[in-house]
């Protein structure tokens, strides 16, 4: 509980890397859950420097602010957490055309895999990964 009396609320960017239809995801270490490379920002960074770090932290891919565009943010009950509390995940969509589209991500020190996924693996996605796909299903960006 935050000091308010209210449940807490993580706030997290995370990466919108999209490839033939299907979206970047990593596999956290010894878990079957699937997230988006991302995570907490540090208390000196802004969403996009939090994006552009945790991004090469989970998959070594180099990007900088202006390799990402705002996509939203879904708020959802967070995963693993605390009953009632919820995070409010910033979305980063990778531009097209940059050096991400050939960029290949590795899992890091951080997590087992890096995946491809489409909506069909929303049942190994938390909330917040389950809406992230809904609305990049909507915007006609994964299968």
């Given at each position: 509980m935050s000091l308010q009396g209210h449940p807490a609320t993580l706030r997290v960017s995370a990466l919108l890397l999209v490839r033939d239809r299907r979206v970047l995801m990593v596999r956290a270490r010894m878990r079957d859950v699937l997230y988006l490379p991302g995570g907490k920002a540090e208390p000196h960074e802004s969403d996009v420097e939090a994006v552009v770090r945790e991004a090469f932290e989970e998959t070594g891919l180099r990007l900088t602010a202006d390799d990402v565009e705002p996509f939203?943010?879904?708020?959802?009950?967070?995963?693993?957490?605390?009953?009632?509390?919820?995070?409010?995940m910033a979305l980063f969509l990778a531009r097209p055309?940059?050096?991400?589209?050939?960029?290949?991500?590795?899992?890091?020190?951080?997590?087992?895999?890096?995946?491809?996924?489409?909506?069909?693996?929303?049942?190994?996605?938390p909330p917040a990964g389950v809406e992230t796909l809904r609305r990049l299903v909507a915007a006609e960006l994964i299968d």
């Open positions: 939203g943010t879904v708020t959802e009950p967070a995963h693993g957490q605390a009953p009632g509390t919820m995070v409010a055309g940059g050096a991400l589209d050939s960029a290949m991500p590795v899992a890091s020190a951080e997590v087992d895999e890096v995946e491809w996924v489409t909506s069909a693996d929303a049942d190994r996605c």
